[in-house]
């Protein structure tokens, strides 16, 4: 795919929707951590689900803590390793007490020094919480850039990196919103909605669908 081509397909996600936001609910930078690391294997419908009744209880690191492990498990259980994600997080917790204030770090070491914590959930904090351009690939990403010819790769982390490369600077910081609820949506897994696509003209993926 040209760079042409890269552009107008940015050019239109932004006309759609000029201020993309994350469909998780969150009201702090820890909360949206919690969500992230709670996504793994969830859909944001079902994280938000969970907490719901979690965050009430727990806004903090210190709260999440004094409300322990089997007491986080009691509102997540019904998300997808839920079991280690309780733990991941109770550790997070504590390292974020003894090392860094209770805030969320906002360097990319610190991050994924957190437990449950990886580059696609570092990213994402970094992007949502901190304004940085970077991008969380996750398997809507992967696949809508593959499909597309944005970006070719065989791992979460070429796509990103071939993403960083061709996308332009000015739809960095948005870009991560916009593919993920294009993936999400319309350029799903088995039956791609071609017909509903925005961005059609410049897709490379072959054959399309046909129009609804």
């Not at 930078?29 to 859909?43: K, P, R």
């Not at 007491?71 to 997808?80: F, N, P, S, V, W």
């Not at 010819?149 to 791992?155: E, F, I, P, S």
Request: aromatic share 6%.
């Amino acid at each position: 795919m040209n760079s042409l081509k890269r552009r107008l397909i940015f050019e239109r996600l932004r006309a759609e929707n000029p201020a993309p936001r994350t469909e998780l609910v969150y009201a702090s930078t820890f909360e949206l951590l919690i969500a992230v690391i709670l996504s793994a294997q969830a859909t944001d419908k079902a994280v938000n689900k969970a907490t719901a009744s979690l965050f009430p209880l727990a806004k903090t690191p210190q709260a999440l803590l004094d409300l322990g492990e089997e007491g986080l498990k009691a509102h997540i259980r019904t998300l997808g390793l839920f079991n280690a994600k309780a733990s991941n997080i109770i550790k997070t917790c504590a390292i974020l007490v003894e090392r860094h204030g209770s805030e969320v770090p906002r360097e990319r070491a610190a991050l994924e020094a957190l437990p449950g914590v990886g580059r696609k959930t570092a990213n994402v904090v970094l992007n949502t919480a901190f304004g940085e351009p970077t991008l969380g690939v996750d398997t809507h990403i992967l696949r809508l850039a593959n499909r597309t010819g944005l970006a070719r790769g065989k791992t979460p982390l070429e796509v990103e990196r071939g993403l960083m490369r061709a996308i332009p600077r000015e739809f960095l910081q948005d870009a991560h919103h916009w593919l993920i609820l294009h993936g999400r949506y319309v350029c799903v897994a088995r039956k791609p909605r071609c017909g509903a696509c925005i961005i059609r003209e410049w897709c490379e993926y072959s054959p399309k669908t046909p129009p609804a």
